[in-house]
């Protein structure tokens, strides 16, 4: 089954900075497009960024775009989300998963492979 385990998350101050990281253990990850996605209470999970296998080509929600960065390591087998500029409602828990693709929009949730992992919370508060 392909599940990836996150880390990273804490909390915050409005105007920070966090660096998710997702990690792959049992496969190779850059055979896959990779998303990141979230939920905050109450809420559906919403896909926030994705970074295709191959050519690296990424794709970011609107609410994240020019704050948010992703990126992956082969090497390492790992995909990061550098997360600058929070704000309170980007407070949620996050999630990392292999996806269909990553080409010119987000990957819903109907395009991920195999099931969420255990999420890395992210809050931010004053």
């Known amino acids: 089954q392909l599940q990836l385990v996150e880390s990273g998350g804490g909390l915050v101050q409005p105007g920070g900075s966090l660096r998710l990281s997702c990690a792959a253990s049992?496969?190779?990850?850059?055979?896959?497009?990779v998303g990141w996605f979230r939920q905050a209470p109450g809420k559906e999970h919403e896909g926030v960024s994705c970074i295709s296998n191959g050519n690296g080509n990424t794709n970011y929600a609107d609410s994240v775009k020019g704050r948010f960065t992703i990126s992956r390591d082969n090497a390492k087998n790992m995909v990061y989300l550098q997360m600058n500029s929070l704000q309170p409602e980007d407070t949620a828990v996050y999630y990392c998963?292999?996806?269909?693709?990553?080409?010119?929009?987000?990957?819903?949730?109907?395009?991920?492979?195999?099931?969420w992992g255990q999420g890395t919370q992210v809050t931010v508060s004053s």
């Open positions: 998963t292999p996806v269909v693709m990553c080409r010119f929009t987000i990957p819903t949730t109907e395009e991920i492979f195999g099931s």
């Open positions: 049992g496969f190779t990850l850059d055979n896959y497009a």
